[in-house]
């Protein structure tokens, strides 16, 4: 009776290592914030939140010239912070007035495609 234990034992064990192996080799882990940003949906934030200051195209209007620019930042996160709080009487923040994941779209647009970094 105990042999008969010992061999299922060991029939369980090498089953579950043949599916340990075969997952290893066919499912990609997800890393965090490893997903490309959404720059068509950043384009349409900006449009319809930014553009009317900014210019369609970033060149700049009531609010300045966001296109090859932004060289005042030293980082993407520093963007975000600027565009949720704003600045009084200068730009609106948008923290309240868009999600995170909202004001992230726009920046990481604005960022790479209208500014070029």
Known sequence: ?????????QAVAAVAVV??????????PTVAGSEAP????GAGLF??????????????????PLAGGLSRFDSIDQV????????????????????PEEVNAIVEFVWSDLAGR
């Open 19 to 28: 599916v340990t192996v075969v997952l290893l080799f066919t499912v990609q």
């Open 80 to 99: 975000v912070t600027f565009v949720s709080t704003g600045v009084p009487g200068r730009m609106p923040g948008f923290e309240t007035r868009l999600s």
């Open 38 to 41: 959404d720059l068509e949906a």
């Open 1 to 9: 009776m105990l042999h008969r234990v010992v061999v299922v034992v």
């Open 47 to 64: 449009a319809a939140n930014c553009s009317g200051c900014h210019g369609p195209a970033g060149e700049g209007g009531v609010g300045p």
